[in-house]
């Protein structure tokens, strides 16, 4: 660390051009400054092991050059900002051990730190890449009552009638249909001689197809 003893005025221009800051396994207490979020060049945080307290600030995704941010094993509360998916080059993250609750925020810049340990011993937490979905994340079904079938693989009661329903039908169906067909028949004569001719020509290509099958077979089996 840099020797910050002068004005505050000094101080904080100083501070806005570091790069790296490591203030891990101290004996700090207190909420995380908000004025970290005005380090604009800051690439690296790291403020791990203390007794921090309170919420990370909601606006850290301001820190856009940021690569690496721990804050792991210390007493954060609340829910994950999500402005933290928000920052484009952020590669490394760790918020284990804290007290941090609620869903872990989606992004495409979070994709590279999407490793369980990086959340880990925050109970409170849910959602990928963790198992532990959250309220109202749940699919159909899961709990019994959502999905169309709710006894697991037992068909529903509505399932059950609309079957029953179909073969009850099916046989008067293929009645009525045929009696109508040879209605049709009957009272049209020259739909009678067409369908008849069309059969007697079926028929015979049939028996055509058979007598040349027989014909072959014995002479390939002689």
Not at 27 to 49: A, C, H, Y
Not at 71 to 91: A, Y
Not at 201 to 215: H, R, T, V, Y
């Amino acid at each position: 660390m840099v020797n910050t003893k002068g004005t505050s005025q000094i101080y904080g221009i100083t501070l806005q051009y570091f790069y790296s800051i490591d203030l891990s396994a101290n004996m700090l207490d207190g909420q995380i400054p908000k004025e970290f979020t005005k380090l604009v060049r800051l690439e690296n945080l790291n403020i791990s092991q203390n007794k921090l307290s309170g919420y990370i600030p909601s606006n850290i995704g301001a820190l856009k050059n940021l690569e690496s941010l721990d804050l792991s094993r210390n007493k954060l509360l609340g829910t994950i900002p999500p402005s933290i998916s928000s920052v484009d080059f952020l590669s490394h993250l760790n918020l284990s051990f804290n007290r941090l609750y609620g869903p872990i925020p989606s992004g495409n810049h979070l994709c590279t730190v999407d490793d369980e340990s990086v959340y880990r011993a925050n109970d409170g937490l849910c959602g990928a890449p963790l198992l532990n979905i959250c309220p109202g994340d749940e699919p159909p079904g899961s709990d019994g009552h959502n999905g169309d079938n709710s006894n697991g693989d037992k068909p529903s009661e509505g399932d059950l009638d609309i079957r029953n329903w179909f073969y009850v039908g099916l046989g008067p169906g293929f009645t009525v249909g045929f009696l109508g067909f040879c209605s049709v028949l009957h009272f049209k004569g020259s739909w009678r001689i067409s369908y008849f001719r069309a059969m007697d020509k079926a028929i015979e290509k049939f028996s055509m197809m058979m007598m040349i099958a027989m014909l072959w077979f014995k002479r390939t089996f002689r």
